[in-house]
């Protein structure tokens, strides 16, 4: 092959290096491939939402002006800054893989900056009297199970809904241990004390071992909506109105390093499945046992 055919080849293989995708649709796909199932259908709706609100616009037409529109009309529009924080960050993220694959010429979300939101774990964590009461007022086994394995084993609920028979597995002095598969494909091995163990396994029966630990009314696994359903229910008897799953997860954090406290810290790390340590520090900040002013003088 001449020198000039090499040339006009690599030429070729150049623009259709930096021409990844010739599609939204395409831009979409490969921005979704390969993450979690539930991450999927959230970013898909806010792409979606976001689509709409520019009328369909091709992304390699969307200004930085339209960013800026949209952010101010997610505030218009009532949405809490958390619910805000989530939408934007799904755009700037699907923006800046456009860009990255050479779909767009530039990354308009980069200079839209995420709201800042207020800390609210403190008002999100329960006591232990609370969880103890809602667990022993859940009128059926396998809600109590739940309720128990998202409590003392920190899990999403998404990972408690997922789990299957074989991710289940006997350990000595009656512990279980449960292999989650969780958040950025991490998978994490938890134990579950005892008294969590008899009432998990014995929800087993004859089921199989690719079989759900959760089974739904239908016989099919548990959903996220079924268990969320469950959490909100059993927080209702016993006056929390408002308990969510994560605040089972939150309660299994602050309640381990309250009793535990910081040496515990990079054990509760690797239970919940925290990327960060500092992630797993703010529940030291969020329900601290000590603070300057209790060292100042009475006045």
């Avoid at 623009?15 to 939204?24: K, N, S």
């Avoid at 939402?49 to 009532?78: C, E, I, K, N, R």
Wanted: contains cysteine.
């Amino acid at each position: 092959m001449s020198g000039t055919a090499v040339a006009v080849q690599g030429a070729g293989r150049a623009v259709a290096a930096g021409r990844q995708a010739e599609t939204d649709a395409q831009v979409y796909g490969m921005w979704l491939h390969g993450k979690a199932a539930t991450t999927q259908r959230a970013y898909g709706r806010e792409a979606a939402v976001f689509a709409a609100f520019v009328g369909g616009a091709p992304l390699p037409t969307v200004t930085l002006g339209d960013v800026q529109a949209y952010s101010d009309h997610l505030a218009a529009a009532g949405l809490a800054p958390a619910s805000q924080a989530r939408a934007l960050a799904a755009l700037k993220s699907l923006l800046s893989f456009a860009h990255r694959i050479g779909y767009t010429p530039v990354n308009v979300g980069a200079a839209e900056k995420l709201p800042t939101l207020r800390l609210m774990l403190a008002e999100r964590i329960i006591d232990e009297d609370t969880v103890r009461r809602l667990i022993v007022a859940e009128p059926t086994p396998r809600s109590r199970a739940l309720l128990r394995v998202l409590y003392y084993g920190g899990l999403r609920v998404s990972e408690a809904v997922g789990l299957r028979w074989r991710d289940v597995q006997a350990r000595k002095a009656g512990v279980v241990q449960v292999t989650v598969f969780g958040k950025g494909g991490q998978t994490r091995a938890v134990p579950l004390p005892p008294h969590v163990a008899e009432g998990l396994t014995a929800l087993r029966g004859d089921a199989d071992a690719d079989a759900p630990v959760f089974v739904g009314r239908r016989g099919g696994a548990l959903t996220a909506g079924q268990a969320w359903r469950i959490v909100k229910a059993a927080g209702a008897r016993v006056g929390v109105p408002a308990l969510s799953p994560h605040w089972l997860r939150h309660a299994c954090a602050s309640h381990a390093l309250d009793n535990g406290g910081e040496r515990i810290l990079a054990t509760v790390q690797a239970t919940l499945g925290h990327a960060s340590l500092a992630t797993t520090g703010r529940y030291l900040h969020a329900r601290p046992g000590d603070s300057a002013g209790m060292y100042l003088p009475v006045v």
